[in-house]
């Protein structure tokens, strides 16, 4: 329930159907990733890890597309 709340929140702002479908799908694994840690173990370093990994993933496009 919290992924579904949490991405079901970020559906609705205006500014969704601009991000393009990697960003979309990012911030969705990202959400997941953030219920996980809330309902599960938030010690887990692999649920911070694939957080940070998803944002890189993203933030490697974008620089490369401004060089």
């Known amino acids: 329930m919290i ?3 949490l ?3 970020m559906h609705e702002v205006g500014s969704w159907e601009e ?3 990697d960003q979309r799908e990012a ?3 990202i959400a997941n990733k953030l219920s996980r840690i809330l309902n599960g173990n938030p010690d887990l370093p692999d649920h911070w890890i694939d957080i ?3 944002s890189l993933l993203i933030a490697n496009r974008l620089q490369k597309e401004e060089n």
């Open 19 to 21: 991000l393009r479908p």
């Open 27 to 29: 911030l969705d694994m």
């Open 3 to 5: 992924a579904q709340d």
């Open 52 to 54: 940070a990994g998803y």
């Open 7 to 9: 991405k079901a929140v």
